[in-house]
């Protein structure tokens, strides 16, 4: 399976061509990996589409999920071929997705699934590292290098606050707050709960360290901490850790399904290729681990009854699936079809880079935004709202 695998993904990369579906071990599902262009940065699954982020093109490819055919390359910012450390993030809920890139600057980009084009952008102050939507259709994003979460409400010009948090990485929005994975170098990092009212810092809870991607469920968050190779489950109720459960190396994706929690790890060389695994949440065991050698995941998303995983180096999305998901929304957690927060650990190893775009930014103006789509597809200059930003207190110690 694990050289089938590895086989399929040289040749769809060389060809162009989808990869076949191959079934997984021990699991009643199959895998299709489905190249998508060059420096994979993030997805998101909403609006009857795979949103693609890819930070060196500047674009955000549209898949359709029942046939898996690329429908459209959205550009967003402008491409920048020599770049090696280009990120770039999509959220997707309801008909609404948007997507910022380091490229594009300190903008959220809204793009219109009717039309496939860019139709809006935000300027928010910061470059942003992750990003979601909560109930309301408000924006929350993380800024790592301003130490800062932001919240930008669409609906209202300037609506732009920020809540101090260190070294913000992965977000997400469910069970009525706003959930945010901090780093503390040489620490244990902490998962922040937020109000997404009043933008108050609520409760911090000590997790493992290098927490990355999040996911939340019906009572639980789920929290994954790479450098500890472990997931922290945490109860909303009481805002404490109620399990800690070991994984396979550097996990970088989750995603929760109907009655499982999926965790995507990247491996570590000599020791663990590749991995999907299958938590139990009724026992807090792995009970079950789907190898994805010939890959290397970088998050993973949930929706059209499928699991979504992102690689880069190779740059593709592995289709995993049908698997069960929620038949709905968990209570005040967000839609069927559930946005990627992304293994953000990989944005601290980029920060320099990040920190000398930033320094380009200022120094040499903001890249145009004027965009266009590729494959003939003509885009529209996009409206641009510039917005002040104000400050929430923290109860951050």
């Known amino acids: 399976m694990r050289r089938l695998l590895a086989m399929a993904l040289a040749t769809a990369a060389i060809t162009g061509a989808p990869a076949p579906v191959l079934a997984s071990e021990g699991a009643s599902t199959s895998l299709a990996v489905l190249p998508v262009g060059s420096h994979v940065a993030g997805l998101a699954v909403g609006a009857d589409a795979v949103w693609i982020a890819g930070g060196r093109a500047g674009t955000v490819a549209r898949l359709d999920p029942s046939t898996n055919q690329l429908l459209a390359t959205i550009q967003v910012a402008e491409p920048w071929p020599a770049c090696d450390r280009c990120w770039a993030t999509v959220a997707a809920r309801g008909d609404a997705v948007w997507a910022a890139m380091d490229r594009a600057g300190p903008v959220v980009a809204r793009i219109d699934p009717a039309s496939n084009r860019v139709s809006e952008t935000i300027d928010v102050g910061v470059l942003p590292s992750a990003l979601t939507m909560d109930d309301n259709g408000a924006l929350w994003l ?13 609906r209202v010009a300037g609506a732009v606050a920020r ?7 992965g977000i997400v929005a469910g069970q009525d707050a706003v959930w945010v994975t901090a780093w503390k170098p040489g620490a244990n990092g902490q998962l922040v709960r937020i109000d ?27 929290v994954a901490n790479e450098a500890d190779h472990t ?74 009854g499928r699991l979504w995983v992102a690689s880069r180096n190779p740059d593709a999305v592995v289709q995993i699936g049908p ?59 996009p409206a641009s709202r510039r917005v002040g930003a104000r400050e929430w207190p923290s109860e951050l110690g």
């Open 323 to 381: 698997v069960p998901l929620p038949a709905g929304p968990p209570a005040a957690s967000g839609p069927p079809q559930i946005p990627v927060v992304l293994g953000v650990g990989t944005i601290f190893l980029l920060a320099t880079g990040e920190v000398l775009r930033r320094s380009a930014h200022r120094g040499g103006g903001r890249p145009t935004r004027d965009g266009h789509v590729l494959r003939a597809l003509l885009l529209t200059q």
């Open 196 to 222: 997404p009212r009043t933008g108050v810092v609520l409760a911090t809870i000590s997790v493992g360290h290098e927490p990355g991607a999040l996911a939340v469920a019906d009572v639980d968050v789920w």
């Open 231 to 304: 997931l922290s489950r945490i109860d909303t109720h009481t805002n404490t850790v109620a399990a800690t459960i070991p994984v396979v190396h550097l996990p970088v994706g989750m995603a929760i399904g109907a009655d499982a929690v999926w965790v995507a790890s990247r491996g570590s060389a000599l020791l663990s290729p590749p991995t999907l695994s299958r938590i139990d949440p009724s026992s807090n065991t792995v009970v079950e681990t789907t190898p994805l050698e010939g890959t290397a995941p970088i998050g993973m998303a949930a929706g059209a």
């Open 142 to 154: 993380t800024a790592t290098l301003e130490d800062a979460v932001v919240h930008v409400d669409p």
């Open 163 to 169: 809540t101090p948090v260190h070294l913000p990485r």
